[in-house]
C-alpha cells in the first residue's frame, strides 16, 4: 500500500500487486482491447498494461490516461513512453498511448471518438470531493457510457485491523491524506446500484487484499472492494447525457511504440526458421538429458562405494601396514626440516595426469558481469593442447646431494637433452574461419519439445500470427514433427552445436 499511516501492514502479493492483476484479468475477461485509465495518477496502472503478453490474448491497441495533477503526469510520461528493447524486440501489434491533463467530471470529444471499450477508475473517488464525484458520474456513465467500468476503492470497515487509524471512534483516520471519504461496503454498494439503474449497467462486486494470517477472517471484508460494470443490451431507462463537441483536457503526450509489420513471408521461409528454433530446442533437450543421466550414473556409483564392505580391524586389512603411525622417535626434526624449495621430488610417469579431452573451463574467480573477457578466455581455450606424451627419464630425477657436487653445466646440458624428448602433439580443433568444428553428436531421436516452449519466442509469434498457422506449416512435414496444440515431436536429429 502507498500509504504511511499503514505501512507496516503486510500483503501477499503487495495490495497494488493484487490490484493491477484484478483489473488486468478483468480486461482479458473482456477482450478489452482500448483502455481509458480515469485519474492514471504517475500511471502505475498504464504501465502494467504496456509490456506485451502471450497470454493475453487480445493485445491492448490504444492506452488513454487523465489526471488533473500536471507533476504526476510528468512521471506518467516517462513510465509510458517506449523503451529501447521495444525497439528490439517489436512487439506484436500497434500500441498507442494518450496522456491527457484534465478533470474527471469534464468530458472531451477526442476520447469519445477513440471509441475505448474498458475504463479503469481505480483508487480515485476517493480522493475527489462531492461536486466532482457527482460530475465523474455523469461524464462517465451517462455521456461516454463505455460497455465496462472497473471501480476500486478502500473498504473503510478493514481500517479495524490497522490500530493507528483508530477506526470507529472520534480520532479516526483515513489510510491517506488526500482521502476526502472511505466507504463501507454498503456505503460503496448504495452508490454503485444507483448508477446501474440510473444508466443501465449489470454490476458485480469483488473484494481484493487480506492481511497476511487473517486470510479466514472476512467478517470486515477485504482491505480494497471494487465494482465491474458491464453496459446491458437494453438500455430504455439510461440518462445518457449529449453535449457539445468541446476538447477541454490538454495533450500532454502521444507515444506509438513500433511493432512487427513486415510482410509475410512464404510458407517455406517460416519452416526454416521453425526448424532453426527447433533445433536449439532439441540441443537444449539432449544437454538436459546428458546431464541427468551423468547426475543419476554419479549418484550410482557413490551408492555403490557406500555399499563395498569395509574391514572391522587391521587384521582383515591387507594394507594395514602401510598406514602404520610413525614412531614418536622417527618424528623430522623441525630446525633441519628441509624448505619446500630445496626438498627433491621425483616424478613417476603415473603421477602424469591423464590426458583430458575436455574443455578447461573459466576460473570461478572470474570478474562478474565481464561478458567480453569471458567470451575472449572461452575462444582462446578453445585451441586445446593435448599432450601425446609426457617423457619420464631418469634424466629428470635429479641427485641434489652436497651442494659442493652440483654442476650448473652438467645440469643444463641434461635439461636441452629432456627438451629434445619431448614429443607436443597440437590438435587445431578450429576451422579455417576459427570457428570449432561441428560436433559429431547429434541429438536425440524422437525429442518431445513442448509447444510453448516454441511458442513463446517472440520472433515465432511474429512469423506465424497464430498457433494454428504453425501447427499447420509443421504438420507438412509429418516425416520430421509431430505438431499439436501441446507438443511437438522432432523425428529429425542435429548436429551438436553446444557442449
Known amino acids: 500500500m502507498d500509504d504511511h499511516a499503514i505501512a507496516g501492514t503486510r500483503f501477499t502479493p503487495?495490495?497494488?500487486?493484487?490490484?493491477r492483476h484484478f483489473i488486468?484479468?478483468?480486461?482479458?475477461?473482456?477482450?478489452?482491447?482500448?483502455?481509458?485509465?480515469?485519474?492514471?495518477?504517475?500511471?502505475?496502472?498504464?504501465?502494467y498494461l504496456i509490456p506485451p503478453s502471450i497470454e493475453n490474448g487480445c493485445p491492448f491497441e490504444h492506452l488513454i490516461g487523465l489526471d488533473i495533477d500536471e507533476l504526476v503526469l510528468r512521471e506518467a510520461k516517462v513510465a509510458c513512453q517506449p523503451w529501447p528493447a521495444d525497439y528490439t524486440h517489436l512487439r506484436e501489434a500497434p500500441l498507442a498511448i494518450d496522456l491527457y491533463q484534465?478533470?474527471?467530471?469534464?468530458?472531451?470529444?477526442?476520447?469519445v471518438d477513440a471509441a475505448c471499450d474498458a475504463w479503469i477508475c481505480s483508487e480515485v473517488i476517493e480522493h475527489v470531493h462531492p461536486p466532482t464525484l457527482r460530475g465523474l458520474r455523469s461524464v462517465l456513465f451517462g455521456t461516454y457510457a463505455p460497455p465496462l467500468v472497473i471501480i476500486t476503492t478502500?473498504?473503510?470497515?478493514?481500517?479495524?485491523?490497522?490500530?493507528?487509524?483508530?477506526?470507529?471512534?472520534?480520532?479516526?483516520?483515513?489510510?491517506?491524506?488526500?482521502?476526502?471519504?472511505?466507504?463501507?461496503?454498503?456505503?460503496?454498494?448504495?452508490?454503485?446500484?444507483?448508477i446501474a439503474d440510473d444508466f443501465g449497467y449489470d454490476i458485480e462486486y469483488h473484494g481484493i487484499g487480506l492481511l497476511q494470517g487473517k486470510e479466514d477472517e472476512l467478517e470486515h471484508g477485504h482491505c480494497t472492494q471494487a465494482c465491474v460494470f458491464t453496459k446491458m443490451a437494453s438500455t430504455g431507462n439510461s440518462k445518457v447525457r449529449e453535449v457539445a463537441q468541446q476538447q477541454p483536457h490538454q495533450l500532454v503526450a502521444h507515444f506509438d511504440f513500433p511493432y512487427y509489420d513486415?510482410?509475410?513471408?512464404?510458407?517455406?521461409?517460416?519452416i526454416e526458421q521453425l526448424d532453426t528454433y527447433l533445433s536449439q530446442?532439441?540441443?537444449?533437450?539432449?544437454?538436459?538429458h546428458d546431464e541427468r543421466a551423468a547426475r543419476d550414473a554419479q549418484n550410482t556409483t557413490e551408492q555403490e562405494n557406500d555399499d563395498l564392505p569395509w574391514p572391522a580391524s587391521n587384521d582383515e586389512c591387507p594394507w594395514s601396514d602401510t598406514f602404520a603411525p610413525a614412531p614418536a622417535s622417527a618424528a623430522w626434526p623441525v630446525d633441519?626440516?628441509?624448505?619446500?624449495?630445496?626438498?627433491?621430488?621425483?616424478?613417476?610417469?603415473?603421477?602424469?595426469?591423464?590426458?583430458?579431452?575436455?574443455?578447461?573451463?573459466?576460473?570461478?574467480?572470474?570478474?562478474?558481469?565481464?561478458?567480453?573477457?569471458?567470451?575472449?578466455?572461452?575462444?582462446?581455450?578453445?585451441?586445446?593442447?593435448?599432450?601425446?606424451?609426457?617423457?619420464v627419464s631418469p634424466s629428470n630425477s635429479c641427485d641434489w646431494g652436497n651442494e659442493d657436487d652440483f654442476d650448473m653445466e652438467l645440469a643444463l646440458e641434461h635439461q636441452e637433452d629432456d627438451d629434445d624428448?619431448?614429443?607436443?602433439?597440437?590438435?587445431?580443433?578450429?576451422?579455417?574461419?576459427?570457428?570449432?568444428?561441428?560436433?559429431?553428436?547429434?541429438?536425440?531421436?524422437?525429442?518431445?519439445?513442448?509447444?510453448?516452449?516454441?511458442?513463446?519466442?517472440?520472433?515465432?509469434?511474429?512469423?506465424?500470427?497464430?498457433?494454428?498457422?504453425?501447427?499447420?506449416?509443421?504438420?507438412?512435414?509429418?516425416?520430421?514433427?509431430?505438431?499439436?496444440?501441446?507438443?511437438?515431436?522432432?523425428y529429425k536429429t542435429y548436429n551438436m552445436e553446444y557442449r
Not at 169 to 174: L, P, Q, R, V
Not at 373 to 385: E, G, I, S, V
Open 281 to 288: 530446442l532439441c540441443q537444449a533437450h539432449t544437454l538436459e
Open 14 to 19: 503487495p495490495l497494488w500487486e493484487q490490484r
Open 336 to 391: 633441519d626440516a628441509p624448505t619446500s624449495d630445496a626438498w627433491p621430488v621425483e616424478t613417476e610417469k603415473n603421477e602424469i595426469p591423464p590426458e583430458s579431452n575436455e574443455f578447461i573451463p573459466l576460473s570461478s574467480s572470474s570478474t562478474p558481469g565481464d561478458g567480453d573477457t569471458d567470451r575472449k578466455l572461452a575462444a582462446t581455450m578453445n585451441q586445446q593442447l593435448h599432450l601425446s606424451q609426457w617423457p
Open 102 to 111: 484534465g478533470s474527471v467530471d469534464q468530458c472531451d470529444q477526442r476520447i
Open 24 to 47: 488486468f484479468n478483468t480486461l482479458k475477461k473482456h477482450k478489452s482491447r482500448k483502455i481509458v485509465d480515469y485519474g492514471c495518477g504517475e500511471a502505475s496502472v498504464l504501465s
Open 262 to 270: 513486415a510482410p509475410p513471408l512464404p510458407d517455406n521461409a517460416i
Open 421 to 490: 624428448d619431448y614429443e607436443y602433439n597440437y590438435i587445431d580443433t578450429s576451422s579455417d574461419d576459427g570457428a570449432p568444428p561441428p560436433s559429431s553428436k547429434r541429438t536425440l531421436s524422437p525429442a518431445a519439445i513442448p509447444f510453448e516452449a516454441l511458442w513463446s519466442i517472440l520472433h515465432v509469434r511474429q512469423v506465424c500470427q497464430t498457433r494454428t498457422k504453425a501447427i499447420q506449416l509443421l504438420q507438412l512435414q509429418p516425416q520430421h514433427y509431430h505438431a499439436t496444440n501441446d507438443l511437438i515431436t522432432v
Open 154 to 194: 478502500p473498504n473503510a470497515e478493514y481500517n479495524v485491523h490497522f490500530p493507528n487509524l483508530a477506526y470507529g471512534t472520534k480520532d479516526a483516520t483515513f489510510r491517506h491524506d488526500d482521502h476526502k471519504f472511505e466507504w463501507t461496503r454498503a456505503e460503496f454498494q448504495q452508490w454503485c446500484e444507483a
